[in-house]
């Protein structure tokens, strides 16, 4: 296989005594997407909060195409094209649809065309044009999740980490989200993808982990993993 567009080793993070991930290896490549997989509290959010630079790391790296991200800031590891949608979406309420979006430029490098990227950001999702005028609040929890994503995806990442996407969605926005991380992901984006839906995450992935308490416990294709046993018993009421 290819090197790892992200690489992370020997992860680690506690909160005061308690050791929330325990050296943890993962392995993003390049155009794929990886899913990290496990119960609530096993640890997933927390390993893309360290990724992120948003939580201290015990011990463990983190590097992007050999460019070592351990002890950079978060807003740096954003420029350098590893950009978090975080849980609960986190959408500024006050400000307007595409105001939302514009501020996902903020910290780019780069000069490019950002009319052009965010006609993109509304070819993907035409709800989010339909609406750009109004505030963000106004928004239904689907909407402010493909708001999140755009806003996201106008940093132009390298990486899209993504923490429960699917999470408070009726089943039928669960598909679209899924749906449209396909779409991007097609077009090349790297997307590692922390859920709680295990079904729905292993059918999309390339690669994924499942975590338990810290520890990584089981690793393979998405597909492989959807068929093995011990998730199917676990995770997915078989």
Do not use: C, W
Request: proline share 3%.
């Amino acid at each position: 296989m290819s090197t790892p567009l992200l690489q992370v080793s020997g992860l680690r993070v506690s909160y005061g005594h308690i050791e929330a991930v325990k050296g943890i290896d993962l392995q993003l490549h390049e155009g794929q997407i990886t899913t990290l997989v496990g119960a609530n509290g096993a640890g997933k959010s927390t390993t893309l909060l360290a990724l992120s630079g948003l939580v201290k790391k015990a011990a463990g790296s983190v590097s992007l195409a050999g460019l070592d991200l351990s002890r950079m800031s978060p807003h740096k590891i954003v420029a350098h094209g590893v950009v978090q949608v975080a849980e609960g979406r986190a959408t500024l309420t006050t400000l307007t649809v595409q105001e939302n979006l514009e501020l996902g430029a903020y910290a780019r490098r780069d000069h490019g065309d950002r009319n052009a990227d965010l006609a993109h950001v509304y070819s993907l999702f035409p709800v989010l044009k339909d609406r750009a005028r109004g505030l963000a609040g106004n928004l239904s929890g689907g909407e402010q999740q493909m708001l999140a994503i755009g806003r996201a995806l106008m940093a132009k990442p390298l990486v899209l980490m993504l923490d429960e996407p699917s999470m408070g969605l009726a089943p039928i926005i669960v598909q679209d989200i899924f749906r449209i991380l396909r779409d991007i992901n097609q077009a090349g984006l790297t997307i590692f993808l922390v859920e709680q839906n295990v079904r729905q995450a292993l059918k999309i992935a390339d690669r994924a982990y499942v975590i338990e308490t810290g520890r990584i416990v089981l690793e393979g294709s998405g597909r492989e993993l959807l068929v093995n046993p011990k998730v199917q018993e676990a995770y997915l009421g078989s």
